[in-house]
């Protein structure tokens, strides 16, 4: 408030509280500037401005495209100016491939999305991260090639000195050699001379020794006459001595004491007179008094020469001593310094006199010492002489030593030489081998320096980019475009550039490789970028091996593990940040908690001396060593661009050779273990053996970088070198023969790889399933248990080729027996083909093109090229297109040209019910010159129906009958291969509930069972449920868990805690589930898959009734006969109900999940009543099974008609009395002999395995719909499991969009103008005019409709206008061709886009010319948006005309057998009616009556048919009429607000052909196709 008081009072605003808020409040407004970022990927872009307009509409948007190519350049050469790359233009063209490979990976991203349906995002930090790693990586590269190349410089430059010093010394030992010769001759020589000296100087050492002796008497006598003179001096010396420190201690102040006298006192003039007169000079006062001012005064008292006093001055000199006042204690009470003096004075006095007394004895001593001198001088001469002679033998002889050292010496150093020779020649030698390598390495790695720049360009885009893509993209990028534009613009660049071994070392790879990193060539460079990134690595791993990688790898770093759906997760990440511990976080989903964001994205900030990192509201110290890696399960995860720019994403897909690697490991470790035992340790022998070396090299390379001066005198370092080379011998020795035994165990287990081949592509199978369906969700894990049972269980053999053959089967049919209990009844056929076409293409017995043709047939886009249609009578344009591509592939050229000349053949062939077998013959030399592929082709080709049974019969001429027969579903053996801590879980299909048979199994089994079904609320009581089983041992089933999805994490958590828990071993936790995309993959790879559908076939559902019906109920009837076979009628019924199903349209109008609880309860009616009449109540038991218990659920009429119908066929007299009653037109279905239910059970199992439709009354075609939509399907599923590829310059989607949008536009013609069209008939309008205006009136509205969504669609797409979701909705049907929603509230369609938009086109036509040209002749009633309208029209019409009432009016149907432009003119009454489709049959045009339709006919085009309004009283009877509903379009049922049904057709049944006949074939009218 303060700081706004000022900025108010200058803006002129009262300063009171609510002005200064409002104030405040209008100026933050005025300057407040938000900026929104936002990534448009993904939905919620879109939504977030369809939800706030405000977004767009009040805001500035700023949509940041990608980099222009310009742009990533002058980034890449800004900061390229601090790299020498020597010439500039290097340097722009680094920053050309930077920008360029950047584009390349974006365009590869599409490539993969389109292929794989993998997202990567390409960002520009994507881009920074290339060009500073690129940099980075230039330098630590040269330094560390640089280091190496100088090591090896520097070795080789030490080598090469010693080399020629081992010359030189070879020279010099030869001489040295000489030299000691000559110095042993001189030696010799010497020593003669010393003897003979050496005797003399003996003879005179003898005479002075003599002499010596007599004169050291003489002196002995000299010294003690000497002692005794100096000894009566002595006693003068105290007083001397105390008279010189009394001097010493005199300084100059005293003589300036004495000198400041006027006129000294007596006895210190007394004292100075003595002095003067020793001084010999004058002794007065004044004389004194000059002296003392001499500055040497003293020093010439302290050196005064005391041997010189003579007597006349002694006697002087006493006349003042004797004086008693002389006295220095009488002087000292005067002055200090005149004592000094006094008591020198008295002590020369004393000193002189005492001397004169020891003169003469002095004299006689120095004459003594005189003559005792000479004779000393005599005896010095001739010692001195003796002296010479001496040192002249010790001359000879130190000359003699001299020379005999210097001979050792030379010997010495001769031998040193010698050996120092050996060593040097042996190291030079041993050292020899290394200099042609270490030559060799240096030439390779100044190579390397030179191609670095290239490299480490590849290398830093392959650790930017390369992480997502799997290995086929990864070999495109580098080698297909990198390294060429690398080579083309001339950078240097390795010719056989490695990612892998350009930033990994071989002992690394093989330590990754032990702790279990797969060793193919793509898991390495997976090894690299995780270890090299300079992002934390989130690898996705399905198969969990970079999980075990990473957990062997770090494991003695105390790494820890964390999943985000731990509660304490963020603490442990805590302790391991500041501790530097690594972590390892599993299971991530494709969002990141938001609190990982500061880790991700690395946001260190140096506070002080210290590293912080904030995480959630705490700062937490950072600790360099800490190193954090993500795993996800998921197989394919959509990570946002923003996940992408923070983590190196990298894919850890297990891949082919990996994983058959990891196999043939796990078969030799059964079947030879020994082996693999011996295997294993020379691996990491090799491995230690190979470090070995290394280290032993980077030794001998440090010690000669390091060694000072010549190698030859530092011993220690040549014995180290020596040894250190020797041990590398050593151990390069024992790796050739490690690596030669490695070779030889290779051999022998490389005997097994067959086994480990075909075990690899099952489980490569296995994993594509989950594309199929979410549910099927296989771990490695549990697939390597699956493998070591089969290397268990499998049959022995002593012959190893026998032995696999045993394994490879028994294995392959153990997965496709253990996976079909996890899939659903679709996709077995269709798993056991992919393992048939698999190992065909293993064993190269499978033609690639052919098979690629097989699952994609041939496609034409242009028809005018195409050869004509020989026979277009029965082959369509699309089978024909299929002959005219196949006729390209190699094998099958020709085969054109033989449909010209065999045409009948071929059309025998096309018509043969079953063509896929050998009964049905090939035209000409296609019979023995096809193979069973090529004739698989041709079905394909011309037999879309069949496609289902021939891949059938594929399987079992090439795997056997067993693969075609899933088992049967076994709970009780499901449990048996249960484990209490995996949970089993039931994929539910519709119309199925496990319940029962669990609560069953449960029972015989005496285990207590518990259920819930789960949803809102239910999850506490669930877990309650999970505990009490877990302590009880008791059974527990989840039901319906898709329906809490929400729940699921949590229980995936409990599920892995229940190992630790250890629960009882009667413990199981049953999980039911909807297939749902969401559906925790976790759960689903540990647990044990069940599928549950009701079975289809005849046979199976037969079998399964008999199986499931017990012999008590069996036995129950009173009247077993009757009971029986109408048991075996009523099973017959209910399954022909349930597999009827699968004729689609043909089969039931609505398809009803009839279930087993409709079959009990009318087996229950069955019997009571059996048992309560003696006559058959056929009325009473028809009407309780066909009306009520299954009737109950069936809503539409014509379906109740085929139930009653089929109910008539099979329960009647007949059913009972006639022996083995045919329940079909076929032999093999009839109601067998009386007998046990074993025998029933037998008899179903007799039944075909396939169902041929007249099994259920059906016409032999009624399959093709459905047996073409199954084969198509298939065929579709293996193609969308085969790698897609995706052109480059394909148009996207928008473009495709706006495209059919502008074709539709230009197609689309404008509204009626009703009244200028109608003008003349608007006063009076007719029925038919009515119909004419309101038809018109529909039409417009779809007209407006469309043309309103089409321009606002365009708009939308150019960014003019949001896109809607309405408009989204129609986007998406114009992509994918099919009709927007909108356009069909008019009148329902089926059709495609293509051909919705011509038959629209068709109908606008028809009323432009009823309105323009009149009332047509022919009626095109499909081209009514309400039918039932014209039809009410044409009866009002003829009730008017006739003057009848309306209700008293029925239709009467009259085929007219004329082609519509025979007719001239219009009926008397009624309308004719063209453009009518009969499903079902065909049509008799001599006899206009229904009739069997031709094989291959699904659709019949009937002819122009009168609808004729009739009196109902004269319309007669309809026996032998066929009452053949009339629908609007394919889907009978329609929908709530438009039903499909119109009205009802009569039509004639045939000669010989009840109407019963065609309700069972389900023929029905269509107006309108779906195609």
Known sequence: REAMRPLARSAGVQETNDALFAFFVERARANMHICLAMSPVGDNFRNYVRMFPALVNNTTIDWFADWPKTALQEVGMKFLESIDLGEPQVVENVSAVFASAHYSVIEASRQMLAGLQRYNYTTPTNYLSLVKGYCELLREKRHAVGELRGKLVGGLSKLSDTAVQVSEMSVELEQKKKTVAKAQTECEELLVVIVQEKRQVDEQQKTVTADAEKIGKEEIACKAQADEAQADLDKALPALEAAQKALELLNKKDMSEIKAYQKPPDVVALVLSGVMVLCKAE?????????????????????????????????????????PEFDPDTVGAVSKAAKSLCMWVRAMEVYGRIAKDVAPKRAKVQAAMRTLQQKQD??????????????????????????????????????????KLERATALVNGLGGERERWEGSIATYEEQIAALPGDCLIAAAFLSYCGPFPSEYRHNLVQGQWFQSVKALNIPASADFDFANFLSNAEDVRDWNIQGL????????????????????????????????????????????????????????????????????????????????????????????????????????????????????LGNPHYTPEISTKSTIVNFSVKEQGLEDQLLGAVVRKERPELEVEKNDLVVAVAAGKRKIVELEDLILRMLSQASGSLLDDEDLVLTLQSSKNTSEEVKAQLEVSEKTEIEIDKAREGYRPSAYRASILYFMLNDLSRVDPMYQFSLDSYVTLFNISLEKSPKSEDLAERIKHLNEYHTFFVYRNTCRGLFEAHKLLFAFQICAKILQGARKMNIDEYNFFLRGGQVFDRTQQPPNPVSDWVSETAWDNITELDKLYNFRNIIASFSSN????????????????????????????????????????????????????????????FTEPPVLDLNQVVVDSVPSSPLVFVLSPGVDPTNQLMQLADQKSVPFSTIALGQGQAPHAVRLIDDGVDGGHWVLLANCHLMMS???????????????????????????????????????????????????????????????????????????????????????????????????????????????????????????????????????????????????????????????????????????????????????????????????????????????????????????????????????????????????????????????????????????????????????????????QEMQRYNVVLTQIRKSLENLKKAIKGLV??????????????????????????????PLASWS??????????????????????????????????????????????????????????????????????????????????????????????????????????????????????????????????????????????????????????????????????????????
């Open 1047 to 1333: 729940w699921l994490s949590e229980l995936e958590k409990i599920i892995e805690e229940l190992p630790v828990r250890n629960p009882k071993p009667q413990f199981r936790l049953w999980l039911s589930s909807a297939p749902h995309p969401k559906f925790p993959i976790g759960i689903l790879q540990k647990g044990i898959k069940m599928t549950t559908e009701p079975p289809k076939g005849l046979r199976a559902n037969m079998s399964r009734l008999f199986n499931n019906m017990s012999e008590q109920k069996f036995q129950r009837c009173s009247k077993p006969d009757k009971y029986r076979k109408l048991l075996f009628s009523l099973c017959w019924f209910h399954s022909v109900l349930v597999d009827r199903r699968k004729f689609l349209n043909l089969g039931w109008n609505i398809p009803y999940d009839f279930n087993d609880s409709d079959f009990d309860v009318s087996e229950l009616c069955l019997s009571l009543y059996l048992d309560e009449y003696s006559v058959t109540p056929w009325d009473a038991l028809k009407y309780l099974i066909s009306e009520i218990n299954y009737g109950g659920r069936v809503t539409d009429d014509w379906d109740r008609r085929l139930m009653n119908v089929y109910m008539n066929t099979y329960f009647n007299d007949d059913a009972l009395e006639t022996p083995n009653f045919k329940l079909s037109s076929l032999p093999n279905y009839f109601i067998p002999d009386d007998g046990t239910l074993q025998s029933y059970r037998e008899y179903c199992a007799t039944l075909p395995p396939t169902d041929r439709p007249e099994a259920f009354g059906q016409h032999p075609n009624a399959d093709i719909a459905s047996q073409i939509s199954e084969g198509t399907e298939m065929l579709q599923t293996i193609v969308s499991l085969q790698p897609r590829t995706a052109e480059s310059e394909g148009a996207g989607p928008e473009d495709t969009v706006l495209l059919v949008a502008d074709d539709l536009s230009s197609l689309i013609p404008s509204e009626f103008n009703i009244r200028e069209l109608l003008f003349d008939q608007m006063d009076d309008p007719t029925p038919l005019t009515t119909v004419l205006v």
């Open 378 to 419: 005599a005896l010095a001469a001739a010692k001195a002489s003796l002296q010479e002679i001496t040192e002249k033998v010790l001359a000879l002889k130190e000359k003699y030593n001299t020379n005999v050292a210097n001979k050792e010496r030379l010997k010495q150093e001769s031998e040193e030489l010698e050996i």
């Open 1398 to 1571: 011509r038959d629209l086109l068709q109908r606008i036509s028809q009323l432009q010319v009823w309105a323009e040209q009149g009332t047509p002749k022919v009626f095109w009633l499909t081209g009514f948006t309400y039918p039932t309208g014209f039809l009410t029209a044409i009866m009002q019409t003829s009730a008017r005309k006739n003057n009848v009432s309306i209700d008293t009016l029925a239709w009467d149907f009259v085929v007219i057998n004329l082609e519509e432009k025979d007719i001239m003119q219009p009926p008397k009454e009624g309308a004719y009616v063209k453009g009518l489709f009969l499903e079902g049959a065909g049509w008799n045009y001599e006899q206009s009556c229904l009739a069997e339709p031709e094989p291959m006919e699904l659709i019949y085009s009937m002819p122009v048919i009168q609808f004729k309004p009739v009196e109902t009283r004269s319309r007669g009877s309809k026996r032998g009429f066929y009452q053949c509903p009339l629908y609007m379009y394919p889907l009978r049922t329609g929908s709530r607000e438009r039903p499909s049904y119109m009205i009802t057709v009569d039509l004639k049944s045939g000669p010989n052909t009840e109407p019963e006949h065609w309700v069972k074939r389900g023929t029905a009218l269509l107006l309108a196709l779906d195609h």
């Open 518 to 633: 797969p060793q193919d060539s793509f898991s390495t460079e997976n090894g690299v970028l995780v270890t090299r990134g300079t992002r934390w690595p989130l690898m996705v791993d399905p198969q969990e091996q970079a999980n075990k990688w990473v957990k062997n790898m770090e494991k003695d770093n105390g790494l820890k593990l964390v999943t985000l759906k731990q509660s304490d997760f963020l603490r442990t990440l805590e302790n391991a940040i500041s501790f530097g511990a690594p972590v390892l976080m599993q299971e991530v989903l494709e969002e990141l908690d938001p609190s990982l964001e500061p880790i991700m994205s690395k946001a260190i900030v140096k506070s002080g001396a210290r590293y912080i990192l904030k995480l959630g509201d705490k700062e937490v110290d950072y600790n360099f060593d800490f190193r954090f890696y993500l795993t996800t399960k």
């Open 903 to 962: 045409p009948r053949d071929w059309k025998a062939w096309y018509r043969h019910p079953e063509p896929e077998t050998s009964a049905a013959r090939l035209p000409g030399e296609w019979e023995n010159k096809a193979t069973e592929l090529q004739r698989l082709i041709i079905v394909r080709c011309l037999r879309p129906d069949r496609i289902v049974f021939a891949v059938t019969s594929f399987i079992v001429n090439n795997l056997g009958q067993r």
């Open 283 to 323: 002794p007065s006062w004044n004389e004194a008094k000059k002296q003392l001012g001499d500055p040497n005064f003293l020093n010439r008292l302290i050196n005064f020469d005391k041997d010189q006093l003579v007597d006349s001055l002694l006697n002087k000199v006493s006349k003042f001593t004797t004086k």
């Open 1362 to 1391: 949001v896109m809607s979701a309405e408009l989204e909705v129609v986007f998406t049907a114009l992509l994918e061709g099919r009709v927007p929603k909108s356009w069909l509230s008019a009148y329902p369609s089926l059709k």
